[in-house]
């Protein structure tokens, strides 16, 4: 329990984060997770920052759409990129960050949890992350000639796809 | 398992140049969809040389059916029905795992009566032993245990009959409501479990003789896909499977929710995180789960097994009959479902295979903004790519059957 | 909606912050936090009425009524307390005394807000009354022909009549309360409405006493709501279209006045043509490719002689308008282009313009030198016009349509582009399909000259195609090449032209 509580002491990250220029940090908790969000350049010190503390367990990787309808597509923030990690025990810690809809990239943290790698491919097939340094980005769950990007807001859930052929083989190729 | 060298060349050529390879006398082989085992939602691409793999491409997504885009389309209620479609072969923990995040989100789960959440345990670790069940005798299949396999086949049998007198149908039972369960147990049905616990001891006490004791099984396990911890970790595994080598993780144990903390039971863990330790840790589970059970039952108190909270729970009956607001609130339940308020949540369950996890995301609204599932068998087929080079093909089967990834939890 | 520059307030709504600009009501800041505070006689067109109770919170310690407690800056208002929750029950016991037990007949189907009300809060004790089945609705010549009332379902929430005395400003409605005895709604038979705004009692009302005639009251959950703008006249109001598998159900308005005109409400109805959903040449149906060689046959020699006439409608989205101009004006490859617009003159306040071309401040860019449709009978009769090009929507058969047909059957060539089958498809060479409005992506432009998104509900019916594309092919078979091979590149054509037409949403 004690990596937890130390955990809660954001400020050598904070410390760490103002000295390369991302001040911008900002921490809170929900039922079951503490999260802290940082700027988008500031994702993989932090990440690192949270596997020296002993947030060794990969947990998730996901991606939050929150646009609504009436409002710009292009606002800022509208996508939040959420990494859930597991300190020992029963505490998750979350690291965030908010991006626009056209800068949609983080760098992969694969070579810090090496199981984030399926789930960057998951954040990159239903939400268009573009996952730099990743060793192996392509599609997962849906098949290489899919067009979109489905669980984003403005992809409607009738939205018809185009015929393929698709070959006994054809996931192999996929990219 | 046909060999792919025999086939239409440019499909042999594809292959190969997809995969990492040594060069040399390397052959594509692609096991599944279609294998008895694979049961239609994952293909394995292997490169082998001889017997040893070279490399491994597990490719999963045949069974995507969206749940993630659906659920935030569907009411709250209505999405329970589809999240038991998740791990269909242990529906009931996947709904008891989306129910308590909801609740959570709502913010009720300290209100949920004592009795619903004993039943939500039984009927949990039920399906819990149901789903190991299903997972160690198709392994033991796999290495031409028949008889191993039979005898739990036929006790999952006798344990879906009993699940089905306390919930209703076989598979995706609507049994797990927000606020509680749908109903009572029948009466008769504590003294058809008693009935019924012995009988399951007896044949997890003779499946460990006829499997543990067997040279050729321990040949056959022991070592094979060893996973050290801190692998474990990296990798995302949860469950039996991170158990196994000896990770000390159990969301039951680390934040006990349904009362859990009211129960005397141990976590196992592995030593080597092999494919024996796999077994091993499962088959200690089955027992551990009979334990929760008899106890849950022990401690049954009477009283409800739904809240009544007429924003999230139908009122009953006699109050709808009598009462104009309720009917109001049935109807608006019916045709929007309850409305939830601006919030999040990441709520994690023990499932069968590991960390269930949803992250619901509210914007005040009868519709989720985002429903997340992390799937225990997504990250366990992750790692499986990774840990299958250097050993045999004949090693493949039991150690995916031993993963037990199962496609609709893993596609979602 | 513009309002980025407007100072803003900060609240803590149930522990989330919220930003709303200012002024504002508690109301509204429990709104944007989407703390589900369900108010029945507020409602943004009229003023805050206060009379119901139901959306009784906790600001700053004190229980008020939401929705008439102007917002301080930095207020902490608390929606679940105890205090404020009894406040809204015992609010909602009286109010649903007055209303009877129907919700399983209603034709509300749940579109209700008395039903969020009693659904959201905890229990109250309330009389019992069971219907079986609504009285039937009677009707009033007062509030027109399209309306059906049902006064039994009043809970007296004052909406409508203070939308009557306040905002149309006609004393229609009152509510006229006896000693020990609830409101009545009485409808005063004297007047009139004195314009199309009957069908904004259906959705000013929120339990259902005003009920649509002919537009279906469709079960709102089994419909998905698709922000778009209104397609009837120059105001362009923003509506949420409602439909269910790509079929329009009903349009509710979305922020701007809060209602619409009846126009806006009977979009769903049927059109009075069927759709045009498959090319037509020489009266028969053909394929694409067929009907655009026929058309470009046809047109070529009109083209090289320098005698094409391009007919286009202000009622085509600014899309379509920028390839059909990009095609005739910027490549001057038509000898006059007409625009067809209808403007009758007669704004009917407080949201109809007398304009009813939706995109007239687009055409007025976009299209600076074509000249009034009047002027194409005087060309064709003189020679100056041999082929006719006519693109675009024609939702509604204006004045002066019948004559304009009469006109175009004296021209040697017509090709026409049309969503539905009106008259001129009958007299044309070749007819193509065109996707309505409800069908492909676009933006209108108001009066007021703000651009605002289309957003589609559905994929084109049949072969119909966007009219941008349609003038893409078109243009290609005549041997020019305009680069429109997707929406991105219309846009990028606009945004390098004309940056004010593009809303800056617009994907």
Redesign the interface.
């Known amino acids: 329990m004690t990596v937890a509580v130390a955990l809660h002491d954001w400020s050598s990250l904070q410390a760490l984060l103002r000295d390369q220029g991302h001040p911008a940090v900002a921490t809170g908790s ?4 503490v999260w802290i969000e940082v700027a988008r350049g500031a994702w993989l010190t932090s990440a690192a920052w949270l596997h020296r503390e002993g947030c ?5 990787l ?1 991606v ?3 646009w ?1 309808p009436n409002t710009s597509p292009r606002a800022p923030g509208r996508f939040v990129v ?1 990494l ?1 990690l ?1 300190a020992g ?2 505490t ?1 810690v ?1 690291l965030r960050t908010r991006l626009r809809a056209s800068e949609l990239a983080l760098p992969s943290v694969t070579s ?8 960057e491919r ?1 954040a990159f097939d ?1 939400y268009g992350l573009r996952v730099t340094e990743h060793p192996d980005l392509r ?5 290489a000639e899919f067009m979109g990007h ?2 984003r807001k403005d992809y409607e ?1 009738q939205r018809r796809q185009p015929l393929v052929r698709v ?3 054809s ?3 996929q990219g | 398992m046909a060999p792919i060298k025999h086939r239409r060349k440019e ?1 042999a050529h ?2 190969v140049l ?1 995969l990492p390879s040594a060069g040399g006398d390397s052959l594509g082989l ?1 096991l599944g969809p279609s294998h008895p085992v694979l049961r239609g939602s994952t ?1 394995i ?1 292997l490169e082998v040389e001889g017997e040893a793999i070279r490399a491994a ?1 597990v ?3 045949l069974l ?1 059916r ?1 749940f ?3 659920a935030e ?1 569907s009411p709250y209620d209505q999405t329970l029905l589809l999240v038991e479609r998740l791990n269909y072969v242990s529906p009931l923990l996947n709904a008891a795992g989306y129910a308590l995040a909801v609740e ?2 709502l913010g009720v789960q300290a209100d949920i009566p004592l009795r619903a959440l004993r039943l939500r345990v039984i009927v949990g670790e039920l399906s819990r032993i149901g789903d190991h069940l299903t997972c160690l005798g198709a392994t033991a299949l796999s290495l031409g245990a028949s008889n191993a396999f039979y005898l739990m086949m036929d006790a999952r049998a006798r344990l879906w009959r009993l699940l089905e007198a306390a919930a209703g149908p076989r598979l995706g039972a609507p049994y797990i409501r927000l606020g509680g369960v749908a109903r009572d147990l029948p009466d008769d049905w504590v003294s058809a479990f008693r009935a019924f616990s012995p009988g399951l001891r007896r044949i997890v006490w003779r499946v460990d003789r006829l499997l543990g004791e067997n040279p050729m099984f321990r040949e056959r396990t022991r070592g094979i896909c060893a996973i050290d911890a ?2 474990a ?6 469950g039996p499977v991170a158990r196994a080598s000896g ?1 000390a ?1 159990d ?1 039951r144990k ?2 006990p929710y349904f009362a859990y903390d009211d129960y005397d039971f141990d976590v196992p863990l592995g030593e080597h995180g092999d494919n024996w330790d796999r077994y091993a840790v499962r088959m200690e589970e089955l027992r551990q789960s009979l334990r929760i059970v008899e106890q849950a039952i022990g401690r049954l108190s009477p009283g409800p097994v739904l809240l009544d ?3 999230f729970v139908p ?1 009953a009956l006699e ?1 709808r ?13 019916a ?2 479902g309850p ?1 939830v ?8 369950t023990e499932a069968a295979n590991g ?1 269930l ?1 949803f ?1 619901i ?5 009868t519709r989720p ?2 429903c ?1 599932v ?1 799937a225990p068998s ?2 366990n ?3 499986l790519s ?1 840990i299958l080079p250097t050993h045999a093909v004949s090693d493949v089967v039991p150690t995916y059957c031993l993963f037990n990834v199962v496609g609709g939890e893993c ?2 | 909606m513009r309002s980025l520059s407007a100072p803003a307030l900060l609240a803590t709504v ?1 522990g ?1 912050v919220v930003r709303v600009a200012s002024p504002a009501t508690v109301l509204q800041a429990c709104e944007a ?4 505070v369900v108010a029945l006689c507020a409602h943004d067109s009229v003023s805050s009425a206060g009379t119901c109770g139901s959306c009784q919170v906790i600001a700053n310690g004190m229980v008020v009524r939401a929705c008439r407690e102007p917002l301080r800056a930095d207020a902490v208002i608390n ?2 307390g105890k205090a404020a929750v009894v406040a809204r029950r015992q609010a ?1 016991a009286q109010v ?2 007055k ?3 129907a ?2 007949v209603c034709h509300q ?2 579109a ?1 807000g ?3 009300a ?13 219907l079986n089945a609504l009285p039937a609705g009677t009707h009033s010549d007062a509030l027109g022909d399209e309306v059906v009332l049902h006064k039994e379902l009043c809970v007296g929430c004052t909406r409508c009549t203070s939308f009557a005395n306040h905002v149309l400003k006609v004393p229609l409605l009152s509510l006229q309360a006896e000693p020990g005895h609830a409101p009545v709604l009485v409808v005063n038979e004297e007047e009139k409405l004195n314009a199309p705004y009957a069908l904004a009692f259906t959705e000013l009302c929120p339990t259902g006493v005003f009920t649509a005639k002919r537009v279906p009251q469709t ?3 089994t419909t ?1 709501a698709t922000p778009s703008v209104c397609p009837r006249c120059a105001t362009g109001c923003p509506v949420w279209l409602h439909h269910d598998h790509g079929q329009l159900r009903r349009v509710s308005s979305r922020g701007g006045a809060h209602f619409l005109c009846d126009e806006g409400y009977r979009l769903p109805l049927p059109p009075p043509w069927p759709r045009l959903s498959v090319p037509v040449a020489g009266g028969a149906v053909v394929s694409w490719d067929r009907a655009l060689d026929a058309a470009s046959a046809l047109l070529a020699p009109a083209m090289k002689a320098g005698t094409l006439g391009v007919v286009l409608s202000a009622q085509a989205s600014t899309f379509d308008l920028c390839a059909i101009s990009a095609f005739a004006i910027e490549r001057a490859l038509a000898t006059r282009t007409y625009v067809w617009a209808h403007n009758d003159g007669q704004p009917l306040p407080p949201l109809v313009s007398g304009d009813k071309s939706a995109n007239r401040a687009a055409v007025a860019v976009l299209a600076n030198r074509a000249v009034a449709l009047e002027q194409l009978p005087i060309d064709l009769n003189a020679g100056t016009v041999t082929a006719v090009l006519v693109v675009g929507p024609i939702e509604l058969a204006p004045p002066g349509f019948a004559a304009l047909v009469q006109a175009l059957q004296n021209a040697p060539v017509l090709v026409v582009a049309s969503v539905y089958e009106d008259p001129l498809v009958p007299i044309a060479k070749v007819a193509f399909p065109l996707a309505p409005f409800t069908e492909t992506q676009g933006s209108f432009v108001n009066g007021a000259g703000h651009p605002q998104a289309l957003r589609p509900v559905s994929a084109p019916q049949g072969d119909a195609l966007p009219g941008w594309e349609l003038i893409n092919h078109l243009a290609r078979r005549l041997g020019v090449e305009l680069g429109f091979d997707n929406l991105t590149d219309v846009r990028g054509h606009l945004l390098r032209r004309h940056p004010s037409l593009i809303e800056e949403s617009q994907t």
Request: proline share 7%; net charge positive.
């Open positions: 929900s039922p079951g997770l060794a367990t990969f947990i998730d996901t939050t759409d929150l609504l959420q859930v597991a025990g029963g998750r979350a810090l949890w090496p199981g984030a790698n399926w789930f998951e239903l599609r997962i769950l849906l098949y489905p669980l859930k070959g006994p083989l996931k192999l190729g | 499909r594809r292959l997809d692609v293909r691409v491409d490719q999963v997504g995507h969206g993630e885009k659906e389309s959570r989100l801190a692998t970790r990296g990798w995302g595994l949860t990770v993780c969301v680390d934040a909270d007429p924003t009122p109050v009959q009598t009462q104009v607001w309720a009917q109001a609130a049935l109807q608006s339940l045709t929007q409305f308020p601006a919030g999040e949540v990441y709520s994690a960390e996890g992250f995301v509210s914007k005040g609204g903004v985002k997340r992390r997504f990250a087929a992750a790692m990774h596609d979602r | 149930d989330e936090a989407g703390a589900g929606t679940r909602l649903a005394a209303h009877p037990s919700c399983s189907s749940g209700c008395l039903q969020d009693l659904a959201r809060s905890a229990p109250v004790p309330s009389p019992a009354i069971t079960q709102r959950w998905q």
